[in-house]
């Protein structure tokens, strides 16, 4: 590391991204990506009228996309702030509005921990149940700005509405972030709980559900005064935060609602196709929202079944740390992704079974 670095950040660890691998062509189910294009309003923007305006700044107040997203959630566009992937937004709340430390779970989305070192924040780690749940009186007796994935990942397990709102009633003095990266899969969003909260910041992203994890596009919705603040550290940081592109994919992919609910309804069968299949063959699964399950094997262990994938052209997520080194995560791809996953897991435990 160079002696120029500040030395508060030599031990840093970073965010370790899934891999995008290049040696060879993979079934993708390791980074919770759509399998689907981009909606066509998206795809025929994309031209090359479009990209002679790359010339010019993004709209710095993005007012389109913005709009396109409270029009969606019937939210006045004060409530919303749009960032470059829903990663930026949980760091400028990391950054910014974690005065009194940040608390969350023990197993959840890898980035709140460095988000955390790298602001050098207070933490409470508070560890899951061992079925994998998260005991909401646990939650509560933290006092720090509380950082909720719902549903979690990567067990994929989600609290209700009323659980949600319990915990921003429980302490008016305390902010909760909500991280709703893949609620459309399945969860009720507490979004419509921001017009009646001033303690509570929903977070989402165009990543998971709207098929548009490589144009960086999330946003945060809030009471206005949450908006903001994250808006001063925009303007503090980089005011173009999101590129022209992006804006313009953003509003149009939130106007389409019918190819949104049919991608998502997809997922949702594709889902439950690779549960019931896995199941068959002796997996066992938490109850999966999300377009992932977190699956374990009653034969091999979750290193082994990892490689046995991997060497079959299968790229599945494998975390290998404590409390979850027996389970993989696998993101919900086509039917023909699932059905090539399902072959490929005969195939290892026919070998294993030899
Ligand atoms: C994928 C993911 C994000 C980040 O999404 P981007 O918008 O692509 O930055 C945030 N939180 C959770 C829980 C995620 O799984």
């Given at each position: 590391?160079?002696?120029?670095?500040?030395?508060?950040?030599?031990?840093?660890?970073?965010?370790?991204?899934?891999?995008?691998?290049?040696?060879?062509?993979?079934?993708?189910?390791?980074?919770?990506?759509?399998?689907?294009?981009?909606?066509?309003?998206?795809?025929?923007?994309?031209?090359?009228?479009?990209?002679?305006?790359?010339?010019?700044?993004?709209?710095?107040?993005?007012?389109?996309?913005?709009?396109?997203?409270?029009?969606?959630?019937?939210?006045?566009?004060?409530?919303?702030?749009?960032?470059?992937?829903?990663?930026?937004?949980?760091?400028?709340?990391?950054?910014?509005?974690?005065?009194?430390?940040?608390?969350?779970?023990?197993?959840?989305?890898?980035?709140?921990?460095?988000?955390?070192?790298?602001?050098?924040?207070?933490?409470?780690?508070?560890?899951?149940?061992?079925?994998?749940?998260?005991?909401?009186?646990?939650?509560?007796?933290?006092?720090?700005?509380?950082?909720?994935?719902?549903?979690?990942?990567?067990?994929?397990?989600?609290?209700?509405?009323?659980?949600?709102?319990?915990?921003?009633?429980?302490?008016?003095?305390?902010?909760?972030?909500?991280?709703?990266?893949?609620?459309?899969?399945?969860?009720?969003?507490?979004?419509?709980?921001?017009?009646?909260?001033?303690?509570?910041?929903?977070?989402?992203?165009?990543?998971k559900s709207r098929q548009l994890a490589g144009a960086r596009l999330g946003f945060t919705i809030?009471?206005?005064?949450?908006?903001?603040?994250?808006?001063?550290?925009?303007?503090?940081?980089?005011?173009?935060?999101?590129?022209?592109?992006?804006?313009?994919?953003?509003?149009?992919?939130?106007?389409?609602?019918?190819?949104?609910?049919?991608?998502?309804?997809?997922?949702?069968?594709?889902?439950?196709?690779?549960?019931?299949?896995?199941?068959?063959?002796?997996?066992?699964?938490?109850?999966?929202?999300?377009?992932?399950?977190?699956?374990?094997?009653?034969?091999?262990?979750?290193?082994?079944?990892?490689?046995?994938?991997?060497?079959?052209?299968?790229?599945?997520?494998?975390?290998?740390?404590?409390?979850?080194?027996?389970?993989?995560?696998?993101?919900?791809?086509?039917?023909?992704?699932?059905?090539?996953?399902?072959?490929?897991?005969?195939?290892?435990?026919?070998?294993?079974?030899?």
């Open positions: 590391m160079s002696r120029f670095l500040d030395t508060k950040f030599a031990a840093l660890e970073a965010y370790v991204p899934g891999e995008q691998p290049r040696d060879k062509k993979y079934i993708k189910l390791n980074t919770n990506e759509s399998p689907f294009p981009p909606c066509a309003a998206v795809i025929e923007a994309m031209n090359g009228a479009a990209a002679a305006d790359l010339r010019l700044y993004s709209d710095p107040t993005s007012v389109g996309v913005k709009r396109a997203i409270a029009d969606f959630y019937g939210v006045a566009p004060e409530y919303v702030f749009v960032s470059n992937g829903s990663d930026e937004s949980l760091n400028f709340l990391f950054m910014a509005f974690c005065e009194n430390g940040a608390a969350y779970a023990d197993i959840t989305y890898g980035f709140y921990q460095v988000f955390a070192d790298l602001y050098q924040k207070k933490t409470t780690v508070v560890p899951l149940e061992d079925d994998f749940t998260l005991d909401p009186a646990k939650l509560k007796a933290t006092t720090e700005t509380l950082f909720i994935a719902n549903p979690n990942a990567p067990t994929g397990i989600c609290f209700t509405p009323d659980v949600i709102e319990s915990l921003v009633t429980a302490n008016p003095e305390r902010l909760i972030v909500v991280d709703e990266a893949y609620i459309d899969f399945g969860g009720e969003s507490v979004v419509p709980l921001t017009q009646k909260y001033d303690n509570l910041a929903v977070v989402q992203t165009f990543s809030a009471n206005p005064a949450i908006i903001e603040g994250l808006e001063k550290i925009k303007y503090s940081t980089n005011p173009y935060n999101v590129n022209r592109l992006t804006q313009l994919c953003g509003a149009l992919s939130m106007q389409d609602r019918a190819y949104f609910d049919k991608t998502r309804t997809a997922i949702i069968e594709n889902r439950a196709y690779t549960v019931t299949e896995l199941k068959k063959r002796g997996f066992t699964m938490t109850d999966s929202m999300t377009n992932f399950i977190f699956a374990k094997s009653d034969k091999i262990s979750g290193k082994a079944y990892y490689d046995g994938l991997r060497e079959r052209g299968v790229l599945v997520r494998y975390f290998g740390k404590a409390r979850i080194s027996d389970y993989v995560r696998i993101t919900i791809g086509s039917r023909e992704e699932m059905e090539a996953l399902v072959a490929a897991t005969d195939d290892i435990l026919a070998k294993a079974g030899e």
